[in-house]
Structures are given as C-alpha cells and as structure tokens.
C-alpha cells in the first residue's frame, strides 16, 4: 500500500494538464479501476467515477495513469481502484 501511494504522489502533478480541460474537476476525488501486472506496469486503466468517465479530461487521466510504473511483485496482476485527488 505503502508503493503504490508512493507512486501516486510522484505523479499527481501529471494530472494537471488534464484537469485543465475541465476545471469543475479541480479539489474532487476520481477513481481510477486499474490493473498493474506483475512487472509494475499498469494494464489496464478505467475512470469508475461518473464524474469524469466519458469526457476528454477522463481520457487524459486514463492515459496518464496507464504511463504509471509500480514496483515488480509476484503473484497474479492486481486489479485496484485508485482514490485520486485532483489539484
């Protein structure tokens, strides 16, 4: 848990320019449905949140996140959902 927080604050500023296309996102909370293989690479990345799933911000936080790299672990991909507060 520790990793993967660690990880999302490393990033948080990436989501800027995407809250930039639509700024009613700015200070609200998204989640993010992602799958991390076992080599620390994200899979798979899905808005979960009605707030932004279907928009052009949605899309760019999608994409940003699917460029996140977590550390390598054993064991079968992870599928999480990820709490993300946007700045």
């Given at each position: 848990r520790r990793k993967i927080m660690k990880v999302l604050r490393k990033n948080q500023k990436r989501l800027e320019?995407?809250?930039a296309q639509?700024?009613?996102?700015k200070n609200r909370l998204v989640s993010v449905a992602i799958q991390?293989?076992?080599n620390g690479k994200v899979g798979r990345a899905r808005i979960a949140s009605s707030l932004a799933r279907g928009?052009?911000?949605g899309a760019c936080i999608e994409g940003q996140v699917k460029t996140y790299r977590f550390p390598?672990?054993?064991?079968d991909p992870m599928s999480i959902t990820l709490p993300l507060r946007l700045k």
């Amino acid at each position: 848990r520790r990793k993967i927080m660690k990880v999302l604050r490393k990033n948080q500023k990436r989501l800027e320019k995407c809250v930039a296309q639509d700024p009613t996102l700015k200070n609200r909370l998204v989640s993010v449905a992602i799958q991390i293989k076992r080599n620390g690479k994200v899979g798979r990345a899905r808005i979960a949140s009605s707030l932004a799933r279907g928009t052009p911000a949605g899309a760019c936080i999608e994409g940003q996140v699917k460029t996140y790299r977590f550390p390598p672990f054993r064991g079968d991909p992870m599928s999480i959902t990820l709490p993300l507060r946007l700045k």
